[in-house]
T-cell receptor, first 115, second 113 residues
């Protein structure tokens, strides 16, 4: 299957700083990528849909100014958590669709801890 | 809005047992349904994807079924092994051509040696 690479796999940052997470499709082009968040013992919840060359679409309750998404190329989407706070500590994971396939492929996820 | 429910939330079985994990969804107009495995602190491993036109898929000791009319899917694991211990997630695709998934909270499986 197609490969989606997410980096970093874990990051610890100080409260008030910003963190960038990268999601790359390695062997296919992805016009659409999705960002999910998972709090402990909770389900993965969709945060936003990232569209190449246009603005991301955010789910209700997700602050677009706090979670900046950039999808500047067909193989890369980035999620920047700005002015991170401890309550932003979570597991973030991206997925991408292969235009010619039938399923979404997931990155390895990023464990963010804000101290 | 699609909602996905998984029962039970946790399950503990002795090694060798066959088991069934349940998943239900509220909107029967799903496109595909996919089962994943998630190990602690790790990402997702895709197990089986059932397309909307299919009723089941099999891979090794795993068999997943889909009944859209009743809004249910099951994951059957045969001859369970300690290495099967993980959280199993069920996810529904929103609609034709959409690759946005709605996930259940998962079933945490423990297989006791």
């Amino acid at each position: 299957g197609a490969v989606v690479s997410q980096h970093p796999s874990w990051v610890i940052c100080k409260s008030g700083t910003s963190v960038k997470i990268e999601c790359r499709s390695l062997d296919f082009q992805a016009t659409t990528m999705f960002w999910y968040r998972q709090f402990p013992k909770q389900s993965l919840m969709l945060m936003a849909t990232s569209n190449e060359g246009s603005k991301a679409t955010y789910e209700q309750g997700v602050e677009k100014d706090k979670f900046l998404i950039n999808h500047a190329s067909l193989t890369l989407s980035t999620l920047t958590v700005t002015s991170a706070h401890p309550e932003d500590s979570s597991f973030y994971i991206c997925s991408a669709r292969d235009l010619h396939g039938i399923e979404a492929f997931f990155g390895q996820g990023t464990r963010l801890t804000v101290v | 809005k699609q909602e996905v429910t998984q029962i039970p939330a946790a399950l503990s079985v002795p090694e060798g047992e066959n088991l069934v994990l349940n998943c239900s969804f509220t909107d029967s107009a799903i496109y595909n349904l996919q089962w994943f495995r998630q190990d602690p602190g790790k990402g997702l491993t895709s197990l089986l994807l059932i397309q909307s036109s299919q009723r089941e898929q099999t891979s090794g000791r795993l068999n997943a079924s889909l009944d859209k009319s009743s809004g249910r899917s099951t994951l059957y694991i045969a001859a369970s092994q300690p290495g099967d211990s993980a959280t199993y997630l069920c996810a529904a695709y929103s609609g034709a051509g959409s690759y946005q998934l709605t996930f259940g909270k998962g079933t945490k499986l423990s297989v006791i040696p």
